[in-house]
């Protein structure tokens, strides 16, 4: 499965970012993020940083959310941001996935995001027969989440 979504935000891009990086703080103002870990003695991500997070990207029922063991892969502060993410909790095996931000500036006050997504494995094949457009909706959601906390200030 492949998403591409993306959003003008009427914050720079410093605040975007910063919405990003504090993974621990996006259940705050993300309904699509739980319970989000960052392992080791760092409180933001950065290159090489491993978290662990629950995720509503793939539901198999309301109740239900995807534990997800993911690593920064790529990091270039406050234009890109990606990481690498695997779970083995799902009865159909494991899924492998891989999401990025792109952060472009427009001007001041104002940036455009890019968050694109590709999701793997036999879970995702039997998802994408049932719910071919659940990962567009649900990083739809995501970014009209941190466009609205990112245009509410700091």
């Known amino acids: 499965m492949f998403a591409h979504n993306d959003i003008v935000i009427n914050a720079p891009r410093a605040v975007v970012w910063n919405y990003l990086v504090h993974a621990e703080q996006w259940p705050q103002w993300n309904s699509e993020a739980k319970r989000v870990h960052i392992r080791g003695r760092v ?38 941001i990606a990481w690498s993410s695997h779970r083995n909790d799902s009865p159909w095996g494991t899924s492998t996935f891989y999401h990025t931000f792109l952060l472009t500036s427009l001007g001041p006050g104002k940036c455009s995001v890019v968050f694109e997504a590709v999701a793997t494995g036999f879970s995702m094949m039997r998802v994408r027969m049932n719910m071919p457009e659940i990962m567009h909706f649900v990083h739809d959601v995501w970014l009209h989440a941190l466009k609205r906390a990112s245009e509410s200030g700091p």
């Not at 950065?46 to 790529?74: A, G, M």
């Open 43 to 80: 409180s933001v991500l950065q290159k090489n940083t491993i978290f662990n997070w629950f995720s509503f990207d793939v539901p198999w029922h309301e109740d239900y959310y995807v534990v997800l063991r993911s690593q920064v892969v790529e990091y270039d502060p406050e234009n890109r």
